[in-house]
């Protein structure tokens, strides 16, 4: 079992940056990939980016892919996204989440899930 906290959101300019955090509870961290997904109003939950236990693999949404980084620090049990050259269709509410074994881009492979953090960025 894990439990997922994410942090970071906010409100930014187009061309900001921000890093979201994902805090995770337990000492099994170490062994979930892990992934952040995000909800646009209206819109259905899409994948952005992920990471193996390792962090050795990752991967990104080509909407993201040179804008946003992801990591991890194990020692931390926190997973990061740094999100920079943001645009307004990267507002949403951006997710945490966890499962076992290899990383994948698809929502239902994921079973432990955080709240979200909203990210809002004005035009």
């Known amino acids: 079992q894990v439990q997922l906290v994410e942090s970071g959101g906010g409100l930014v300019q187009a061309g900001g940056s921000l890093r979201l955090s994902c805090a995770a509870s337990?000492?099994?961290?170490?062994?979930?990939?892990m992934a952040w997904f995000r909800q646009a109003p209206g819109k259905e939950r899409e994948f952005v980016s992920a990471?193996?236990?390792?962090?050795?693999?990752?991967s990104y949404a080509d909407s993201v892919k040179g804008r946003f980084t992801i990591s991890r620090d194990n020692a931390k049990n926190t997973a990061y996204l740094q999100m920079n050259s943001l645009k307004p269709e990267d507002t949403a509410v951006y997710y945490c989440?966890?499962?076992?074994?290899?990383?994948?881009?698809?929502?239902?492979?994921?079973?432990?899930w955080g709240q979200g953090t909203q990210v809002t960025v004005s035009s």
């Open positions: 990471i193996s236990w390792s962090g050795g693999s990752t």
């Open positions: 989440a966890a499962k076992n074994g290899l990383t994948t881009p698809t929502e239902n492979d994921y079973g432990y």
């Open positions: 337990g000492r099994t961290f170490h062994l979930y990939s």
